[in-house]
């Protein structure tokens, strides 16, 4: 950046003794220095060693790596978090590639099922259907005044494990610990919110730790209409706060979505930042596969709201490059529950309790197969399966949503090497992404898809997986992970000042994640960058997404104004001197 922000020499702070120490935002632990054990009645409180941040970070991570397995390791980052927020973030962006998988996926998802059973203190707000009349007065209290972000989720698919009902309150949590931890923005800025409107798992409901309201959830227009309180006070209280919609039900997702996008600045992680990174990662991988993107093919495996997003924003990708959006629909094969989607099919199936979003079934038909196309297709129990579209249709990807542990066989996925050597030529290399979270919801692990495919599959993963040794070599296996991509969005939308989350605003992110990637100057090279160079990804995608705010007209700053927003924007975990107020 061309302007450093320029931090504060001290802080002015009202609070002593204990009142600081339980502080999370400005404790410092056994790093305040004398001056300031002096000044805000420390002493007696601490003991009498003076260290250093540099000093509680190896101490910290001595103890994480001393733990059993990796749920005591997210149970100690969590309380970690609600004690020394500094010294959290300063663990987790010194080691980003080891504390990844524990603060977010795979181990968050353990962490919303066993949320009530490690819940200790406050951390965001837990909005529940019964205090639906004090939702207002709730946001209103001055602790939520510097807020500027806002995940919010109801609880009901998180990952690929379902309705966790409260214990949701997990995933805005993680994700807005990256939003600080990749990208910078100030943890005080950002408030993790939870729309506790019941619960239909009945082993959350049974549990007698469970924390959140136990009823059935709530639905219809009922719950449309506690969204939209919701949605209306916050506007009400931060005019321009960015609110990231995440979890939600298929049902749900895309159309609370395309409802409020242009009420606050939206965007739904699930649709849009999923779709980002895959496009980024195909992008990347297109250069090594030896398919040009004109005979590309791709399956969807999985087509809710997720698959859908990801469908819809290669689409776009493929209409940028010079095709017509007819020929590119065409490059798509969607099998969700019941088989491939085919004209005729209906667009969407409810389950117990739930309507059938009708922009989603329409949307999801706009990929259907023509039916003169698949007569002659084999079709089963559940109308024509993957192995049979990967027969048929020959396609050069295959990217799995589903959260369907297993489902890319062995079988799957060689007839699909055969299709793509047969189809474009020998030296042609298959990708496919397994983008299903957690791992135990992962479609294929890339030791399989590798060992299947003699080493020729690109694989990309939404899991992280570690190298795979084949045929005398390793092979490093990208994690086409969300945050690549949500916390420069983030970044980039609170500096730019942004009236809306556009489209052209997420492919902006994708391609500047793609330009990042190795494999563009190394064929051998990984898709993706490492994980440990993901503040600099951050900054590199949120100066896209500005650019694109601006060409836009959705940015409320100028260019230069932007830089510096940016530069101001960027939080370092480091402790600054305070004085007493």
């Keep these: 950046m061309d302007r450093q922000r320029k931090a504060p020499k001290y802080l002015e702070l009202s609070l002593t003794g204990m009142g600081l120490l339980t502080s999370p935002m400005f404790n410092k632990g056994t790093a305040f220095p004398e001056s300031e054990r002096d000044e805000f009645s420390l002493h007696g409180l601490l003991p009498p060693h003076v260290g250093t941040l540099e000093e509680q970070v190896e101490r910290r991570l001595k103890a994480f790596r001393s733990h059993p397995d990796n749920f005591a390791r997210y149970t100690m980052m969590r309380d970690l978090q609600n004690v020394n927020e500094t010294l959290f973030y300063a663990l987790v962006t010194r080691h980003i590639e080891e504390m990844l998988p524990i603060v977010y996926t795979p181990t968050v998802g353990e962490g919303c099922q066993r949320f009530s059973e490690i819940w200790r203190q406050p951390r965001g707000v837990f909005l529940s259907y019964p205090n639906r009349e004090r939702i207002e007065t709730i946001l209103s209290h001055p602790r939520y005044d510097r807020v500027r972000c806002i995940v919010v989720s109801d609880g009901e698919r998180i990952l690929g494990l379902g309705d966790q009902g409260a214990g949701g309150m997990g995933i805005p949590i993680g994700k807005l610990a990256l939003y600080t931890a990749l990208a910078g923005i100030h ?51 931060w005019p321009h706060v960015l609110l990231q919609w995440e979890d939600f039900a298929g049902h749900n997702a895309g159309r609370l979505l395309e409802r409020y996008r242009d009420v606050l600045p939206s965007f739904n992680d699930d649709i849009q930042g999923t779709a980002a990174v895959v496009v980024a990662t195909l992008l990347a991988a297109v250069n090594r596969s030896g398919v040009p993107p004109a005979q590309q093919r791709v399956v969807i495996f999985g087509f809710g709201s997720a ?57 999801r038909m706009g990929y259907a197969r023509p039916l003169d196309e698949v007569r002659d297709w084999r079709r089963g129990e559940h109308g024509i399966d993957l192995l049979e579209v990967v027969r048929r249709a020959q396609p050069t990807a295959l990217i799995g949503v589903s959260g369907q542990s297993g489902a890319f066989s062995e079988e799957v996925v060689q007839v699909m090497m055969a299709g793509v050597q047969d189809r474009v030529g020998g030296a042609a290399r298959p990708v496919i992404l397994p983008l299903s979270n957690p791992t135990s919801r992962c479609e294929a692990t890339p030791k399989d898809l590798i060992r299947w495919t003699e080493g020729q599959a690109i694989v990309g993963t939404g899991s992280p997986f570690g190298p795979v040794e084949f ?60 994980l440990d160079s993901l503040r600099e990804v951050s900054l590199r995608v949120a100066v896209a997404v500005g650019r694109q705010a601006e060409r836009e007209k959705l940015a409320a700053v100028t260019k230069q104004e932007f830089l510096e927003e940016l530069a101001a924007n960027v939080w370092e975990p480091v402790y600054l001197p305070y004085r007493r107020r």
């Excluded at 943890?187 to 019941?198: A, E, Q």
């Excluded at 449309?224 to 209306?232: G, I």
Aim: proline share 6%.
């Design 307 to 363: 698959g859908l997003g990801i469908t819809r924003m290669l689409t776009q990708a493929m209409v940028s490059s010079g095709m017509s959006e007819k020929d590119a629909r065409r490059r798509f094969y969607a099998v969700d529950k019941d088989g491939l989607l085919v004209e005729g099919m209906e667009g969407a199936a409810p389950g117990p309790g739930q309507s059938v979003d009708k922009e989603l079934a329409s949307a």
């Design 187 to 237: 943890p005080l800025t950002c408030l993790p919110v939870l729309l506790d409107v019941g619960t239909d798992n009945a082993e959350r409901i049974a549990d007698p730790l469970y924390i959140g309201w136990r009823h059935e959830r709530v639905r219809g227009a009922e719950y449309d209409k506690f969204v939209d309180t919701f949605v209306r006070v916050v506007r009400k209280r």
């Design 471 to 530: 045929g005398g070599s390793v092979q490093k296996v990208a994690q086409t992970n969300n945050s690549y991509i949500f916390p420069g969005l983030a970044l980039g939308v609170v500096s730019a000042r942004a009236k809306k989350v556009s489209d052209g605003m997420i492919m902006a992110a994708a391609e500047a994640l793609a330009a990042l990637s190795p494999a563009l100057r190394d064929p051998r090279g990984c898709l993706l960058p490492p």
